[in-house]
């Protein structure tokens, strides 16, 4: 009989140490903090579910306002305002290197931006239109130059059509001219090259007294000829 009452006894449950007593109610307060943190989780992303609704229903009401650009903020606040604008009909894109300086802006669907304006706001760059179209005349232009150089071949260099025949004849005669010519003349070999690379680089005037020191020369030499001749 006693052995009997001691099995009873040993199977019945024992009461609670004050120990475990303790460990159950600060499980039951932790379990209710993050219960209520949830609740206000959920209160704070309603709260800004709707703010953002009003913002963009706002915008489409703006007849002026083309797009908004949103601060900085949490993936879960982007991801909210994604959702608003896709039901809304607007388009909508984040930008930023680093996760806390992302930020969302949306568009009006007829002032969707292009690729230009998408790259630049990629870079961190402020988009001015104006700026844009100068750069993409510029650039239209360039690709012409190309494709015509490409097409004509490049452009060839012009020799001066002037020379010192036609330029000093009326000073000192014609055969002079034509002999300073001949003179200054540079090698056609060639080309067209600078003054510097010519085969004479005496200035004019130098050139002009050498011409008339010539023609005095030739002169005293042909009168010596003809007195000498005569008998």
């Known amino acids: 009989m006693a052995d009997l009452l001691g099995s009873i006894l040993s199977s019945m449950e024992k009461p609670p140490s004050v120990g475990s007593q303790e460990s159950r109610r600060k499980a039951r307060e932790q379990a209710a903090r993050m219960k ?57 894109f984040s930008f930023g290197e680093e996760e806390e300086s992302r ?21 961190g760059e402020a988009w001015d239109p104006q700026i844009a179209e100068e750069k993409r005349k510029l650039k239209q232009q360039a690709q012409f130059e190309l494709e015509r150089e490409a097409r004509t071949g490049p452009k060839e260099e012009v020799c001066p059509s002037s020379n010192y025949r036609d330029k000093y004849s009326h ?36 050139a002009m007294n050498a011409i008339r020191a010539k023609k005095k020369q030739k002169r005293s030499e042909d009168e010596c000829a003809g007195s000498s001749s005569s008998p």
């Open 36 to 92: 209520k943190m949830q609740e206000n989780e959920k209160r704070k992303k309603s709260e800004f579910r709707k703010r953002m609704e009003k913002e963009v229903s706002e915008i489409i009401q703006d007849s002026k306002l083309q797009k908004k650009k949103y601060p900085p903020m949490g993936k879960i606040e982007r991801s909210i305002i994604h959702d608003v604008a896709e039901v809304a009909g607007l388009t909508s």
């Open 103 to 123: 930020y969302v802006m949306i568009f009006k669907k007829e002032f969707a931006p292009s690729d230009e304006e998408l790259e630049a706001y990629r870079r």
């Open 171 to 206: 000073l000192i005669g014609v055969s002079a001219a034509k002999e300073a010519a001949h003179t200054l003349e540079a090698n056609k070999a060639y080309g067209c090259v600078p003054v510097a690379n010519k085969r004479d680089t005496r200035s004019i005037e130098e």
